[in-house]
């Protein structure tokens, strides 16, 4: 399974950015997603997520209301938009899925996901 992690960029505060993960040898309708960010010396945030058999979605509570995850399963995509940004958003942003199912209570720990995309960056400025 491949993750391709796209969309990323500068944007001022209070703008939106739309960002996309296209997955290749497996079809995400199989399994959980999520997106995941991480600043330098930080561990990995979970940002969103979708569960299989509890679909929710999942957001962590800094990004409730302005974030919204989505996925397209006739093109196998993932998307995170993103809205009313704040400059503490910025990060490098990760898509993530995993065979089988997941706690959803465990949704938000980097060490249950099994593939990763490569990161895209995005930079809010204020």
């Known amino acids: 399974v491949q993750l391709q992690a796209s969309g990323g960029g500068l944007v001022q505060a209070g703008g939106s950015l739309r960002l996309s993960c296209a997955a290749s040898?497996?079809?995400?309708?199989?399994?959980?997603v999520a997106w995941f960010r991480q600043v330098p010396g930080k561990e990995r945030e979970f940002v969103a997520g979708i569960n299989t058999w509890n679909p929710g979605p999942f957001y962590t509570a800094s990004v409730k209301g302005r974030f919204t995850i989505s996925r397209d399963n006739a093109k196998n995509t993932v998307y995170l938009e993103m809205n009313s940004l704040k400059p503490e958003d910025t990060a490098v942003y990760y898509c993530a899925a995993r065979d089988g199912r997941i706690i959803t209570g465990a949704i938000h720990r980097a060490d249950v996901w099994h593939y990763w995309g490569q990161g895209t960056l995005v930079t809010v400025s204020s």
């Open positions: 040898g497996r079809a995400f309708s199989s399994g959980p």
